[in-house]
């Protein structure tokens, strides 16, 4: 074998010749850690002054200055801040440390360019593994091929020449994570970018890590309410459920998915937004969205925008996943947000491409869907033994003219509990948010919906779906019986309701009240202007003459048989003296 012929020449490089003790104790330490027949030789060097290195094939044992100083240098990095003040632990650090003759492999650039690298010698490098290269820059694992390794950087490569060194560090890629991001705006790394200065961290995660195993879970049966009247009312979203947002362009899904967000304010919910190869305009006008309404304080925004290296924006969501593990794994519930997966797809592609990777592969459906799929098992909710706290996951899709049986589409809808559709053509007919409610589906369904809420949505869907059939057959009718009449504008006036301004979240109390008292057809003769300003003014006046009911649908969940006829009984008598 090619790898033990490698293994078998050892070589000490040293500006003296070893003496022969020093040589003995090479051979000894080489026949414990390689066994007999290994061959040493001396190849003389002014490269390691004051000390020797001792190449074994791939791996390198260093005990010169240089090597020791670059151990010191590892330690010191690693050295953390206590409140702003490093001095001390600088001085623990080097005072407790004690050089070690380290095994590490070294390998050699072959090429480099377009935020990639090929390198050769680092026979034991596994996938994922971070390597180090010249001036600090890292790369990752990305492509493990006969006689070399595909490497992504993560910085710029301008400073990594071809037949430079390169070393294993034997760490998986990671991010820091902790409390103290909650609020900041950091990169795919977890380094901050919004010029708010450093963040403490509380620890390092995985970027990848498997996902929560089925005895760790427990079934999704609490509602993580997105105060969004269409979604709480027919495609109900639990914690710890993968809901889709899919649609063309410009149909408002990050409108969905950053209402969700401010509607989380007081719901105890950490929300994580990943933004992946957008502009960085539109991250920045979504931070500020978020804090004018008073969601940034429990937030985190991880971005790698359109001008990122793909590498960054490959790795963007799964280093996201893992800050929201982290708050999950401490019994958190959290809500997080990729916007979106095709331009993920995208930048998997080019890296693919890049990587040399046989041509095909980059769109090869097997390698997209585990791309996704091992993100978005990530999200959980944990058995109540091990804390109980959940990620819920909104994962947001662009289809091109409304086409989801694309291959990135198929996917994820295969891999998501549900998906909520948005179309176009709604859109532009003024129907905001634009779901369509025949192609959206929540396959968790009522068992994340409060009692009340199960109670009041009643036909809603039904009725819906009969208004959508008679909409089509009645299109080119000229003269409608009654009956017919009424009931298309039943369905007028419910398609009216569930209009919804962007940042105006419907809480539980203003969604029940208004599905009973539209099912029970108390809007009967309401033009279709008039619904919008009958049901804010019936909110009203339930909120200010009424706020008992308010109070109790909100704090116990539950709708009971009398409450539903007071409030029906209320709306109507508002009805009938509601200025027309
Ligand atoms: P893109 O494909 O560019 O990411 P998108 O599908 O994420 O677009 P948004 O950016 O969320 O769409 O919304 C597009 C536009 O529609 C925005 O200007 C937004 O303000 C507006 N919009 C979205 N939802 C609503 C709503 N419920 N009411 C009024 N306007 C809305
Ligand atoms: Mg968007």
Redesign the pocket.
Same mark, same amino acid.
């Given at each position: 074998m090619e790898l033990n012929e490698n293994r078998l020449a050892a070589k000490i490089y040293s500006a003296v010749a070893p003496s022969e003790e020093q040589s003995a104790r090479f051979a000894k330490f080489i026949e414990k850690k390689y066994g007999e027949g290994v061959s040493l030789e001396w190849i003389e060097s002014d490269a390691f002054p004051g000390g020797f290195r001792l190449e074994v094939g791939s791996d390198v044992y260093d005990w010169s200055v240089g090597g020791r100083f670059r151990q010191l240098r590892d330690s010191l990095v690693s050295v953390p801040t206590a409140n702003g003040n490093i001095i001390p632990l600088l001085k623990d650090t080097i005072k407790s440390w004690t050089p070690e003759a380290l095994a590490e492999q070294v390998g050699e650039v072959k090429t480099v360019g377009d935020g990639i690298a090929t390198v050769s010698g680092l026979d034991y490098a596994t996938y994922g593994e971070i390597l180090l290269f010249a001036d600090g820059v890292r790369g990752m694992v990305q492509d493990i091929r006969a006689n070399e390794i595909g490497c992504v950087l993560f910085n710029d490569d301008e400073n990594v020449a071809q037949g430079s060194s390169v070393r294993r560090t034997g760490k998986t890629a990671g991010v820091p994570v902790g409390e103290g991001f909650l609020g900041r705006v950091v990169d795919a790394l977890g380094v901050p970018i919004d010029g708010l200065g450093e963040i403490e961290s509380s620890g390092y995660m995985p970027v990848e890590t498997p996902a929560p195993s089925i005895i760790d879970r427990q079934p999704v049966d609490t509602p993580l309410e997105t105060g969004i009247f269409s979604i709480d009312s027919m495609f109900p979203i639990g914690r710890g459920q993968r809901e889709l947002i899919i /649609?063309d362009?410009?149909? /408002?899904?990050?409108?969905i998915a950053v209402d969700a967000m401010i509607n989380q304010n007081d719901k105890n919910c950490i929300c994580v937004y990943v933004a992946i190869g957008q502009k960085t305009s539109s991250v920045v006008q979504i931070q500020q969205t978020l804090k004018k309404h008073g969601a940034m304080d429990h937030s985190i925004i991880v971005s790698a925008s359109a001008s990122d290296p793909a590498p960054l924006q490959y790795i963007a969501p799964y280093a996201g996943c893992a800050m929201a593990e982290y708050f999950m794994n401490k019994g958190k519930d959290v809500l997080i947000v990729y916007d979106d997966l095709s331009k993920h797809a995208v930048a998997y592609r080019a890296l693919s491409l890049l990587l040399d990777r046989s041509p095909g592969r980059e769109a090869y459906p097997g390698d997209v869907f585990y791309l996704h799929s091992r993100l978005l098992e990530r999200a959980a909710r944990l058995s109540d033994e091990i804390g109980g706290g959940s990620i819920t996951a909104l994962p947001i899709v662009?289809t091109q003219a409304g086409d989801v049986s694309a291959y990135i589409p198929t996917n994820i809808i295969s891999i998501t509990d549900g998906q909520i559709f948005l179309e176009s053509d709604l859109f532009f007919a003024g129907q905001?948010?634009a779901v369509n409610v025949g192609l959206s589906v929540s396959r968790v369904g009522g068992a994340a919906q409060t009692k009340a809420m199960k109670k009041a949505t009643g036909t809603l869907r039904i009725d819906l779906a009969q208004y959508r059939e008679m909409e089509v057959f009645t299109q080119f009718a000229s003269d409608l019986d009654e009956q017919t009449r009424s009931q298309l504008e039943y369905g007028q006036g419910l398609m009216r309701m569930l209009r *919804?301004? *962007?940042y105006h979240p419907k809480s539980q109390h203003e969604q029940v009240i208004t599905l009973v008292m539209a099912l029970a057809h108390t809007m009967k003769g309401l033009t279709v202007e008039q619904v919008t300003p009958f049901i804010e003014d019936l909110i009203g006046e339930f909120e200010t003459a009424h706020q008992d009911i308010c109070t109790r649908i909100d704090s116990t969940g539950m709708l009971d048989d009398d409450l539903k006829k007071e409030i029906i009984d209320i709306s109507t008598e508002y009805r009938n003296k509601w200025k027309m």
């Amino acid at each position: 074998m090619e790898l033990n012929e490698n293994r078998l020449a050892a070589k000490i490089y040293s500006a003296v010749a070893p003496s022969e003790e020093q040589s003995a104790r090479f051979a000894k330490f080489i026949e414990k850690k390689y066994g007999e027949g290994v061959s040493l030789e001396w190849i003389e060097s002014d490269a390691f002054p004051g000390g020797f290195r001792l190449e074994v094939g791939s791996d390198v044992y260093d005990w010169s200055v240089g090597g020791r100083f670059r151990q010191l240098r590892d330690s010191l990095v690693s050295v953390p801040t206590a409140n702003g003040n490093i001095i001390p632990l600088l001085k623990d650090t080097i005072k407790s440390w004690t050089p070690e003759a380290l095994a590490e492999q070294v390998g050699e650039v072959k090429t480099v360019g377009d935020g990639i690298a090929t390198v050769s010698g680092l026979d034991y490098a596994t996938y994922g593994e971070i390597l180090l290269f010249a001036d600090g820059v890292r790369g990752m694992v990305q492509d493990i091929r006969a006689n070399e390794i595909g490497c992504v950087l993560f910085n710029d490569d301008e400073n990594v020449a071809q037949g430079s060194s390169v070393r294993r560090t034997g760490k998986t890629a990671g991010v820091p994570v902790g409390e103290g991001f909650l609020g900041r705006v950091v990169d795919a790394l977890g380094v901050p970018i919004d010029g708010l200065g450093e963040i403490e961290s509380s620890g390092y995660m995985p970027v990848e890590t498997p996902a929560p195993s089925i005895i760790d879970r427990q079934p999704v049966d609490t509602p993580l309410e997105t105060g969004i009247f269409s979604i709480d009312s027919m495609f109900p979203i639990g914690r710890g459920q993968r809901e889709l947002i899919i /649609g063309d362009r410009q149909t /408002g899904k990050t409108a969905i998915a950053v209402d969700a967000m401010i509607n989380q304010n007081d719901k105890n919910c950490i929300c994580v937004y990943v933004a992946i190869g957008q502009k960085t305009s539109s991250v920045v006008q979504i931070q500020q969205t978020l804090k004018k309404h008073g969601a940034m304080d429990h937030s985190i925004i991880v971005s790698a925008s359109a001008s990122d290296p793909a590498p960054l924006q490959y790795i963007a969501p799964y280093a996201g996943c893992a800050m929201a593990e982290y708050f999950m794994n401490k019994g958190k519930d959290v809500l997080i947000v990729y916007d979106d997966l095709s331009k993920h797809a995208v930048a998997y592609r080019a890296l693919s491409l890049l990587l040399d990777r046989s041509p095909g592969r980059e769109a090869y459906p097997g390698d997209v869907f585990y791309l996704h799929s091992r993100l978005l098992e990530r999200a959980a909710r944990l058995s109540d033994e091990i804390g109980g706290g959940s990620i819920t996951a909104l994962p947001i899709v662009e289809t091109q003219a409304g086409d989801v049986s694309a291959y990135i589409p198929t996917n994820i809808i295969s891999i998501t509990d549900g998906q909520i559709f948005l179309e176009s053509d709604l859109f532009f007919a003024g129907q905001r948010p634009a779901v369509n409610v025949g192609l959206s589906v929540s396959r968790v369904g009522g068992a994340a919906q409060t009692k009340a809420m199960k109670k009041a949505t009643g036909t809603l869907r039904i009725d819906l779906a009969q208004y959508r059939e008679m909409e089509v057959f009645t299109q080119f009718a000229s003269d409608l019986d009654e009956q017919t009449r009424s009931q298309l504008e039943y369905g007028q006036g419910l398609m009216r309701m569930l209009r *919804q301004k *962007q940042y105006h979240p419907k809480s539980q109390h203003e969604q029940v009240i208004t599905l009973v008292m539209a099912l029970a057809h108390t809007m009967k003769g309401l033009t279709v202007e008039q619904v919008t300003p009958f049901i804010e003014d019936l909110i009203g006046e339930f909120e200010t003459a009424h706020q008992d009911i308010c109070t109790r649908i909100d704090s116990t969940g539950m709708l009971d048989d009398d409450l539903k006829k007071e409030i029906i009984d209320i709306s109507t008598e508002y009805r009938n003296k509601w200025k027309m």
